[in-house]
Nanobody
Framework: VQLQASGGGTVQVGDSLRPSCAAS????????MGWFRQAPGKERQFVAG????????EYADSVKGRFTVSRDNAKNTVYLQMNSLEPEDTAVYYC?????????????????WGQGTLVTVSS
């Protein structure tokens, strides 16, 4: 699975963004998908995950109620709708694919990674 993230940018506090991640290969429709982020000088951390059919989602506490993960298996794409953005959301956002079942929050549980898209929230 090859992943290509896009849709980052620079926004103001309270604005919204919707990064997307396009996947190549048939394995996308059988993969759990995750979004992670990495701020400068910090470790990569889990943001959101979505099950194979999109029936189950999990979120980090810091984004619950503000971010929504979704997927379109017909388009091989996963999305991250980010609302009410805060300066603390500034990071490079990565999408990742997990070949095993079950949403996981650990970086090493995912098999494939996209190149990341930068989100900057200015106050």
């Amino acid at each position: 699975v090859q992943l290509q993230a896009s849709g980052g940018g620079t926004v103001q506090v309270g604005d919204s963004l919707r990064p997307s991640c396009a996947a190549s290969g048939r394995a996308f429709s059988t993969s759990v998908m995750g979004w992670f982020r990495q701020a400068p000088g910090k470790e990569r951390q889990f943001v959101a995950g979505i099950s194979v059919r999109g029936w189950n989602m999990e979120y980090a506490d810091s984004v619950k109620g503000r971010f929504t993960v979704s997927r379109d298996n017909a388009k091989n794409t996963v999305y991250l709708q980010m609302n009410s953005l805060e300066p603390e959301d500034t990071a490079v956002y990565y999408c990742a694919a997990r070949l095993s079942l079950g949403i996981r929050t650990m970086v090493n549980a995912y098999n494939y990674w996209g190149q990341g898209t930068l989100v900057t929230v200015s106050s």
